[in-house]
């Protein structure tokens, strides 16, 4: 999700995103569905009014798609942490949402992410440095890893992958402000450089993704009311997981935990399963090809 023209400073001040996003996770859960225009349309934290906008809508585009670089591989664990015993670098915690077009966060997106260490090197044999996960309810993602190093003709930063249920695979890159080599990567997109900010020895940073996933308005009014905790949910399920359909032809099915290598039918084709995950409404293999190929 661009949230520059230019490449933020570290340390930048409170934007009007950050204080919608503060209210969003001021919410409860069974509050959170068919209640985001009223984030958008009432007050900040503090008290002040918001103009009637969607929350992320503060001039942003769809984020860029860039180059996947060579050293992609599938197959990567399902982890939140990227550190191991005895990791050498800054450590970096990096926070941030999915939306689709509507501004409206999107659960279970799969996030995909792969860098190279502290010395510029990527682990092509192993797992070093890579793992896949999936954004919670509210659409958030968090990553804990390290600064990535430097090699030969690029500048710092984190490749990933994000999907949402049912949808293409975004493959982009995420960049850090005020690098030497930012000018002289011909790869590096200003518009994907995150806010970084330094907290003792490590780092935080903060990157929202907005994808080219259409939407629909919501249709209720927002709840005037906390609702009793033992009430259940009474609002829709969010706008981007598909509706639940008759299960097609073929061996796979929804709430089944595949393993790594295990292969399924699904409407007269074969699929391999690169990534042990339990699959889902929405994760059918015709559409996650993080997940599944083709064979």
Same mark, same amino acid.
């Given at each position: 999700?661009?949230?520059?023209?230019?490449?933020?400073?570290?340390?930048?001040?409170?934007?009007?995103?950050?204080?919608?996003?503060?209210?969003?996770?001021?919410?409860?859960?069974?509050?959170?569905?068919?209640?985001?225009?009223?984030?958008?349309?009432?007050?900040?934290?503090?008290?002040?009014?918001?103009?009637?906008?969607?929350?992320?809508?503060?001039?942003?585009?769809?984020?860029?798609?860039?180059?996947?670089?060579?050293?992609?591989?599938?197959?990567?664990?399902?982890?939140?942490?990227?550190?191991?015993?005895?990791?050498?670098?800054?450590?970096?915690?990096?926070?941030?949402?999915?939306?689709?077009?509507?501004?409206?966060?999107?659960?279970?997106?799969?996030?995909?992410?792969?860098?190279?260490?502290?010395?510029?090197?990527?682990?092509?044999?192993?797992?070093?440095?890579?793992?896949?996960?999936?954004?919670?309810?509210?659409?958030?993602?968090?990553?804990?890893?390290?600064?990535?190093?430097?090699?030969?003709?690029?500048?710092?930063?984190?490749?990933?992958?994000?999907?949402?249920?049912?949808?293409?695979?975004?493959?982009?890159?995420?960049?850090?402000?005020?690098?030497?080599?930012?000018?002289?990567?011909?790869?590096?997109?200003?518009?994907?450089?995150?806010?970084?900010?330094?907290?003792?020895?490590?780092?935080?940073?903060?990157?929202?993704?907005?994808?080219?996933?259409?939407?629909? =308005? &919501? +249709?209720?009014? *927002? /709840? !005037? #009311?906390? %609702? $009793?905790?033992?009430?259940?949910?009474?609002?829709? =399920? &969010? +706008?981007?997981? *598909? /509706? !639940? #359909?008759? %299960? $097609?032809?073929?061996?796979?099915?929804?709430?089944?935990?595949?393993?790594?290598?295990?292969?399924?039918?699904?409407?007269?084709?074969?699929?391999?399963?690169?990534?042990?995950?339990?699959?889902?409404?929405?994760?059918?293999?015709?559409?996650?090809?993080?997940?599944?190929?083709?064979?």
């Amino acid at each position: 999700m661009t949230t520059h023209d230019t490449p933020p400073p570290e340390g930048e001040g409170i934007r009007r995103k950050t204080l919608l996003k503060a209210a969003l996770l001021a919410l409860p859960v069974p509050l959170l569905v068919g209640a985001l225009p009223s984030i958008a349309e009432g007050t900040t934290p503090h008290g002040q009014p918001l103009s009637p906008t969607p929350f992320c809508d503060d001039g942003d585009h769809v984020t860029p798609a860039q180059t996947e670089g060579p050293y992609f591989k599938p197959n990567s664990p399902l982890r939140t942490s990227l550190l191991e015993p005895g990791t050498v670098g800054t450590r970096l915690t990096v926070t941030g949402y999915v939306f689709g077009l509507r501004c409206q966060p999107i659960a279970n997106a799969l996030m995909d992410f792969w860098q190279c260490d502290n010395g510029g090197v990527y682990d092509n044999v192993g797992n070093g440095f890579r793992g896949h996960q999936f954004t919670d309810a509210m659409g958030k993602f968090t990553l804990t890893t390290i600064v990535p190093g430097l090699y030969p003709g690029r500048t710092r930063h984190i490749h990933v992958k994000v999907q949402a249920p049912g949808r293409g695979v975004l493959t982009t890159q995420l960049y850090f402000p005020n690098e030497p080599r930012n000018d002289s990567d011909t790869i590096f997109d200003p518009v994907l450089v995150m806010n970084v900010t330094q907290v003792g020895s490590a780092k935080n940073a903060t990157f929202d993704f907005l994808l080219n996933v259409p939407q629909n =308005p &919501p +249709t209720s009014a *927002p /709840p !005037t #009311s906390r %609702p $009793p905790t033992s009430a259940p949910p009474t609002s829709a =399920p &969010p +706008t981007t997981r *598909p /509706p !639940t #359909s008759a %299960p $097609p032809q073929g061996t796979w099915r929804a709430g089944v935990a595949y393993a790594t290598g295990a292969t399924v039918t699904y409407n007269g084709l074969s699929y391999r399963c690169l990534q042990g995950h339990t699959s889902m409404v929405g994760w059918e293999p015709p559409n996650v090809p993080a997940l599944w190929q083709r064979v």
